[in-house]
């Protein structure tokens, strides 16, 4: 099993500030990384796949990069609505596997 | 839009059963794979299973629920369903239904529902 591990496991930002989190990959997953955003009670949000490409209706304030192990999440200017969990998961094409980080929760500082 | 909705989740005995559904709308349901996920109590999330598009249903599994768990899809009704048997604590978490992204047997996924808990627990 691939395992992902995310860091840091809570970060507190303020707003408008950038905030940056990391995924990495206990083998290499090329590009195929996903993140996603989920706030209790609610269904989680697709925000990048591709490792770097944002899904349909995601703000240019969200950027993916990395490929291979490591990988990172930048949010440039968080808004209130950012304050969330961010995991990140990988889809290996083969054998086809599919694992999510243990997540990192984005804070109000 | 594209919308996602589970139902059927409980309190269960441990070895009991219980069906999950999932009522899509929006899209093209027999188009896509599906795929359900779950989350236990303050972990991470785990992939559960999938199940293909079209016609061949091809399905697969995690082995943590490998032989007590069946997925399966009624296209004329636009549902999905996860079938699980023989329950065990460590089944006890929120169930979500999630829409593949690229159609492959690995992938992100692009819709989730709400979830639905499940707890099982003498």
């Known amino acids: 099993e691939i395992v992902m591990t995310q860091s840091p496991a809570t970060l507190s930002v303020s707003p408008g500030e950038r905030a940056t989190l990391s995924c990495r990959a206990g083998?290499?997953?090329?590009?195929?990384l996903a993140w996603y955003q989920h706030k209790p009670g609610q269904a989680p949000r697709l925000l990048i796949y591709?490792?770097?490409t944002r899904a349909t209706g995601i703000p240019a304030r969200f950027s993916g990069s990395g490929s291979g192990t490591e990988f990172t999440l930048t949010i440039s200017s968080l808004q209130s609505e950012d304050f969330a969990l961010y995991y990140c998961?990988?889809?290996?094409?083969?054998?086809?596997?599919?694992?999510f980080g243990g997540g990192t929760k984005v804070e109000i500082k | 839009q594209v919308q996602l909705v589970e139902s059927g989740g409980g309190l269960v005995k441990p070895g009991g059963s219980l069906r999950l559904s999932c009522a899509a709308s929006?899209?093209?349901?027999?188009?896509?794979?599906m795929s359900w996920i779950r989350q236990p109590p303050g972990k991470g999330l785990e992939w559960v299973s999938y199940?293909?598009?079209?016609?061949?249903?091809?399905?697969n599994y995690a082995d943590s629920v490998k032989g007590r768990f069946t997925i399966s899809r009624d296209t004329a009704k636009n549902s999905l369903h996860l079938q699980m048997n023989s329950l065990r604590a460590e089944d006890t978490a929120i169930y979500y239904c999630?829409?593949?992204?690229?159609?492959?047997?690995?992938?992100?996924?692009?819709?989730w529902g709400q979830g639905t808990l499940v707890t099982v627990s003498s």
């Open positions: 929006g899209f093209s349901f027999s188009d896509y794979y």
């Open positions: 591709g490792a770097s």
């Open positions: 199940i293909s598009a079209g016609s061949s249903r091809y399905t």
């Open positions: 998961q990988q889809y290996n094409n083969w054998p086809p596997e599919v694992t």
């Open positions: 083998q290499s997953v090329s590009t195929n």
């Open positions: 999630a829409r593949d992204g690229r159609g492959y047997s690995s992938s992100w996924y692009d819709y």
